[in-house]
């Protein structure tokens, strides 16, 4: 009698109990080219058969350079090594995982791969579903890492420029086509003074300010999405291009603090909603992994080492991307958070609808471990919201209206009459930014501006970073 390996009795118990759970219509929730450069990337299943089961449903699988992951409904099912013969017919594939190994072949053909996976050290002579091999059929998700690092971030000898801040524009109102299109970011220093400007992208306006352009200050890096280009590219602060991801519809972006990794929250169909993932790639841009967790922004917690997504639900992941926890709780779109870095709690702009029956233009408080502090009804629409790590006081904006700051015991601490598009704070300097339609203003701790800075043009929507 065949007995599958450790990899193939995961996979087919899961999808049982998946089956299972879909017949008594309860969805299932956990808490918590030949060679090896072609196979690459993140592959959703198209069907899955054999080993006495059949299906799809929500698998996926992720490949890097060293491993290849299998998970269904953001559970690990298998996380594996595996070693390639391009030379054997058909070509072969072997995986290890806790000591085990699992014998298969694979064909890639363009953007679909085949993986057959045998048993009992037993390797399939060709791609057939049978009581003892599985089928795998995937799809290629398309990203494209297209520019590699550099040699270096900056001339040898030389210090990186003090970047403070950084702004993403959408000053160009024209997106369609092919260009050109003149949005751009600029990186600023302490001062307000401009050490670095970029033209030439292409973003639109969303439903929300969220996280767009990211800092990460220890690596001396920025990192930006645009939008209608599908791209993302890492910056350093002297301004080179350390690498651009093609093919990327990103909606947000958090930097990891410990790894200098990119957690994307990424979108192939362009809708808020839908079959979103969140993707995660190292300082290099290359694929490290990829979770079924769609959401609208995302924030790091850097009391629990967790990340905050929020969009239709309110999702923490933890590094591995297992679920802390998750609500859907209804209403329209969660479209920005901002995180207190002293207990981990989180503040959420919540906007309205008119045509989304129940929905309602709220400003929510949680805990680091999602219960809610406080639901405050918002007197405007809150499109932006931002933290400030002193005093843990939220800083909202009403958008093009103004800025209401909320104390963390819900009190409304005053109104700040500017036409603001986003606000930020910066985590280790304190300082305080906002942006309008036509300029950047430096805030005091009162909301007060202490210099102004031109847009130049007129921008739509903007983002806004603080180190």
Known sequence: MRSFSPVCVNLVSFLLLLSIQDALGQPLEKKGARGADGLQGI?????????????????????????????????????????????????????????????????????TLKL???????????????????????????????????????????????????????????????????????????????????????????????????IDAKRGRVYFRQLVARRVT??????????????FHAHSLAVDPATGYVWCLANQTGMIYGEGE?????????????????????????????????????????????????????????????????????????????????????VLHLDSEGNELHRIDFPGDPFCVACDPETGTAWVVDRSKAILRIGVGAQPLGRLDLAAKAVAIGPETGQIWASTENEVLHLDKQGKPVARYPLGKPSGQSWIAVR
């Open 43 to 111: 592959w959703l299943a198209v069907s899955v058969e054999g080993g006495g089961v059949s299906g799809s449903e929500k698998l996926w699988v992720v490949i890097t350079a060293k491993t290849l992951a299998i998970r269904v409904n953001n559970k690990v099912i298998v996380e594996a090594s595996y070693s390639l013969d391009p030379t054997r017919t058909p070509t072969a594939i072997d995986l290890k995982s806790q000591g085990h190994d699992t014998p298969g072949v694979y064909e890639l053909d363009g953007d």
């Open 116 to 214: 057959c996976l045998g048993s009992d050290n037993s390797r399939p002579a060709k791609f057939v579903a049978t009581d003892a091999t599985m089928l795998l059929v995937l799809k290629r998700q398309q990203y494209k890492l297209v520019r590699s690092p550099g040699p270096g971030l900056a001339e040898i000898g030389k210090p990186l420029p003090d970047v403070a801040v950084a702004v993403l524009d959408d000053c160009d109102p024209n997106f369609k086509g092919d260009g050109p299109h003149g949005d751009g970011i600029r990186l600023l220093s302490r001062e307000g003074k401009q050490l670095f400007a970029l033209s030439g992208l292409n973003n639109c306006q969303t439903v929300g300010a969220n996280h767009a352009v990211v």
């Open 234 to 247: 890492a910056l350093d602060f002297s301004g080179n291009t350390l690498f651009e991801v093609h093919n």
């Open 278 to 362: 969140t993707v995660v790639l190292n300082d290099r841009g290359e694929l490290v992994a990829s979770y079924p967790i769609d959401g609208f922004d995302i924030a790091h917690d850097p009391k629990t080492d967790t990340f905050w997504i929020v969009g239709k639900s309110i999702v923490k992941l933890d590094r591995r991307g297992e679920v802390v926890f998750r609500q859907s709780p209804g209403g329209w779109v969660r479209v920005s958070v901002a995180v207190n870095p002293r207990d981990g709690s989180a503040w959420i702009a919540e906007r309205q609808h008119p045509d989304v029956r129940g929905s309602a233009a709220l």
